[in-house]
């Protein structure tokens, strides 16, 4: 009676359909310019795929706030005809009465045709991808991983510069506790551009990805030295310092502060570079940047929906043509 | 890519087709008519509007708690076909982590058709719609308006007294902070019908509304004699006095038991007038008038229900047939 | 305008189209065999019913945190084809704002095909029943009835024993405060299997239920006996010692380790005997007999998937092909 999907092991080597989406690392460059290119022909044909997913239903575990990546998902399989169940706050669920993560897949993973989850914890989408019957998107775990993000960006990129080759890549900001950061740094290392991990040295890179890069032998360069590396980018990339990942609030008061755009540091910018960010932002780009045309961060947010349109339609669909 | 929304400030000249609803001021008497006729038309032929919104995501992002607002614009938009994504309360969302809504706007105007917001600033509808490249309505914006509220109200008395002229309206209870009075004496401010603004002297009805009346040379008394006015009154239109908008709870202990219908003051009721109230109620009408054949509150709830249809489907479509 | 719904004291007399769930007193045998029927049909027939309920709206008012009811019925609700507003909780509601579940019904009954409710208090779904103009069906209320959790129970008893005569079925935990038991004890009253209470003193199983079982000469058992017991079981039915059911947290403490399921006590129990739960557990329920094949509580949510959609499809159609 229960739905049963693959396995697991061969994920990395497999099409995606019936698959989870848990890590970055789960894509080579073949995978990632696939999905580009899926992301730009659902786009390019709205009307013919929304029925896509008529029948099917998601469901949205969010265990932690979310804005963007909820609302896209939901707007993603709405706009493809499905339909979703979930919650935006454990409080509401049976979290409350002491229920494991565990026992909350194990029994979603029976109502729905497939999972997205957030969660505080790192190990958390890995734990729901054990117990599940059905495939798990992580939709970020902890300070950890958030692929969707970093696919989404990949998109963005793409999209507005022609090209994930040759450029230089500016990761900005909160580099340990930043998922997105970590996500799209994975993924970028399958291409030919130089990543610069730009951050107060509080805030570096964490080590498994750096290691995980130079497995692959990839450059990266890493540097505290904002306002000097910005006229090299092409592609700059902020992130807010999150308050909610510091344990102690005085580390979070002392970095909170560097590694801020405003329109004197937009003046070292390439004219032809473009400004990202996986948002919300608190005080890390000003708004007067907001007009600036190499100013994308808004736009971005809706390669979140393209691409989530994508990697739904690509798990929970044999083909499509 | 992105939607693309028509210039503002024509708005009032044209037709309702992709355009924001902020205020009642927006509307005259053609256009509070024209909504009455195809929020009735909508009603004799449900079956065959259940598709008119097929495709389309509404986004319900409600910062204020909310009952019948949220439901009915959800149920109005499932009910003619349409999707909806939102949140319920901002603590899910982004904003927790110190989102500016001018950002969650413009993000979320990315993944919907149209925005419903409710917001307890006043300014928050008009910085949505700001922000917004897609229509947005307002559901409420502190303590200034409420227009679809409005407009339900005046469907219910059309629908159940069969005209907007030549009443005696009496607006009772809390006429400074409640939004709904506001926006009711607005459009209603469009017929020849008489305003009675009955409150205690510490609520009474905002110099902003009394100004834009007086420049329309509507007539309009104001009163702190509750009983004394009942008699003359088609229709009784009660409102809460709302708690969350006194900054001092002294004064709001000094005038919640202000201005109560119990039986007692029914008997000085004309036998055809209609009772309204935008609910939530407290104990400003006792629950033994809700049999009374007067009482017209719950009735208007569905009011509610067939106006937002109406008004989603204006707003999203060219054209209705 | 309002849909009216039939009387309500014919109700046990008639099939459910258009009619309230409240209590499992409501179901006899045929019935509870009739809902198991369906709810196989429908499940074996999945495509031809997914678009049963289209043009349909179920309002899911969920005053209490929930996972598997709420999640269930919103699912079985999407997958018939139909759409789902509501909360999760009801701070984000007017109830904030202090308005009565009386008036919290009247107006969503408007604005829905059907409400489902949960509850804190006991006397809720009732009074949901009387002042609703469309079909209720109790989600649970307090600590009195969970009826179509009691008809999933039926389901699962059925669909993995074959019958739901001639078993041992042991109700084991809190049998005072659970309100599954409650109703799964009244719907296996129907039936001619044997029924086991075991609890310990302060959680015996409430009199009203044990006197109406008396009035249908229906045999129990009751005993605090949990070990001595369990080798006589077919159906061992668990349940969470309920923490937010108690008023004074010493009694708590003092019962909350009783009646723990693991390995060892597993060795007593018979080789085809199922293990039931209605979730979530706390502890009552080692994680190491997850795997082990007696072990049906995660089988048993989908269950109750499938006994929601026999139970939403009947109450809104007056036939199902």
């Avoid at 005080?283 to 990697?311: C, V, W």
């Amino acid at each position: 009676m229960v739905k049963k999907k693959c396995n697991l092991y061969t994920l990395v080597h497999m099409e995606f359909y019936n698959q989870d989406i848990i890590s970055a690392k789960q894509f080579d460059r073949e995978k990632v310019e696939k999905f580009i290119k899926l992301a730009k022909k659902i786009e390019a044909n709205k009307e013919k795929y929304s029925t896509l997913l008529k029948g099917k239903v998601m469901a949205a575990l969010f265990f932690e706030p979310s804005t963007r990546t909820r609302l896209s998902f939901e707007s993603a399989f709405s706009y493809l005809g499905g339909k979703v169940i979930g919650f935006s706050s454990a409080g509401s669920s049976s979290v409350k009465k002491g229920e494991t993560l565990a026992d909350t897949i194990r029994t979603v993973a029976n109502y729905a045709d497939i999972i997205v989850i957030r969660h505080s914890k790192e190990g958390a989408a890995k734990l729901a991808q054990q117990f599940s019957d059905v495939p798990i998107i992580n939709a970020g775990n902890g300070s950890q991983e958030h692929p969707t993000q970093g696919l989404l960006d990949c998109l963005a990129i793409h999209d507005l510069k022609g090209t994930l080759d040759g450029l230089n890549v500016g990761l900005i900001g909160d580099l340990k506790y930043g998922r997105t950061v970590h996500s799209l740094a994975h993924l970028l290392s399958n291409f030919n551009s130089n990543l610069y991990f730009i951050s107060p040295d509080l805030l570096q890179m964490q080590y498994r990805v750096k290691d995980s890069l130079r497995l692959k032998n990839n450059n990266f360069k890493e540097t505290t030295q904002f306002k000097e590396t910005l006229p090299l980018l092409d592609v700059i990339y902020m992130t807010r310092i999150q308050k909610e990942r510091f344990g102690d609030l005085e580390e979070y008061d002392k970095v909170k502060n560097a590694f801020i755009l405003t329109p004197k540091e937009m003046k070292l910018v390439k004219d032809d570079a473009i400004i990202l960010h996986p948002l919300p932002r608190v005080n890390e780009i000003s708004p007067e940047i907001d007009s600036d045309p190499r100013a994308k961060y808004f736009e971005q947010t809706y390669h979140g929906l393209m691409m989530r349109k994508a990697l739904l339609a690509s798990i929970l669909l044999k083909e499509i043509e």
